[in-house]
């Protein structure tokens, strides 16, 4: 069985879009979403520098346009998941909403979030290591949340700048603490703003239910429903990212091969510590496209004796067809 997962902010890097652009129809489709995000983000993924990608409001559209679009050049997988602003790609890769609408909601919520940002100075801790119970109940002491618990021994810490001082100042035992170069505090209740914003161009949303096992970041469930994926994905915009229960289901389902969409990594590195045994590729330029293709025939099993399509069809016959 094989998973494709979708990397949400913070995986993007300088130029990282580039080499995608001489595929077949990926600029193309790139530059229609530009278009509806209202920004140039054939520029920003090639040109653009770390700070200009960084912006909260650039990074999620950006995000969302590289994952789809590269998704559209590779065969069905069996599932797919998404960290954080990656579950609106992951949502229309599983055929729940169209390409389009990924991208409306992505241009929405990144807007949203980074205008939430302004509302109080906050930030996010990356806290490496040590005993979870302990790192928990050490950022609950310090009134943090936690604000990605992403497994792998790995959980972010989000909060007031305040807090997450006091934090550093008294770190949790056997743990390290890495300050991220974000913009406020995603996934806690300080991006409650954000969430009506995100209801409201959410509604009316014409949903439909999965075509593929589609996994929520809300506690790593497999979403049946298109209605409750929009519901849980509106939530999640101020609720804490379950990726290591997201890695607990893809165990149960008995996944042995993960593939990570581009700007590749994180996701990938943390399969390969949590999930032993389980084939993992981070999809980071199209010379790997082959590898990808081969990964996907090899462990991607056909629904029902039915032969797979590719991820791409579900984004574009959503998109015509809503």
Known sequence: MLIITAPGQGAQ??????????????????????????????????TGTAEEITDTAVAQPLLVAAAL??????????????HSVGELAAGAIAGVISGDEAMRLATVRGRAMAEACDDEPTGMTAVL???????????????LTPANINGAGQI????????????????????????????GAF????????VSVLAAAADGVAAKDPAITLLSNADGAAVASGAAWVERIVAQVAAPVRWDRC???????????????????????????????????????PGQLDAARDLIAAHAQPPDG?????????????????
């Open 306 to 322: 039915t032969t797979p399509g590719a991820a791409g069809d579900a984004v574009l016959a959503a998109k015509e067809d809503p």
């Open 247 to 285: 890695m607990e289901t893809m165990s149960g389902l008995g996944v042995t091969a993960l593939l990570e969409l581009p700007p590749a990594g994180a996701l990938a590195g943390l399969a390969k510590r949590a999930l032993r045994g389980v084939e993992t590729l981070a999809l980071k330029t």
């Open 69 to 82: 679009a590269v998704a559209g050049t590779l065969p069905e997988p069996n599932a797919v998941a998404g």
């Open 187 to 194: 996934h806690t209740r300080h991006m409650a703003p954000a």
């Open 13 to 46: 890097a300088p130029g990282f879009l580039a080499p995608w652009l001489e595929l077949p129809d990926v600029a193309e489709r790139i530059g229609a979403w530009s278009e509806l995000a209202g920004r140039d983000l054939i520029g920003l993924g090639t």
């Open 129 to 143: 290591g040590g005993d979870e119970a302990a790192v928990l109940a050490a950022i609950e002491a310090a009134g």
């Open 156 to 183: 972010v810490a989000g909060g007031t700048l305040a807090a997450l001082e006091a934090f550093a100042a008294n770190p949790p035992e056997k743990a390290r603490l890495r300050p991220l170069k974000v913009a």
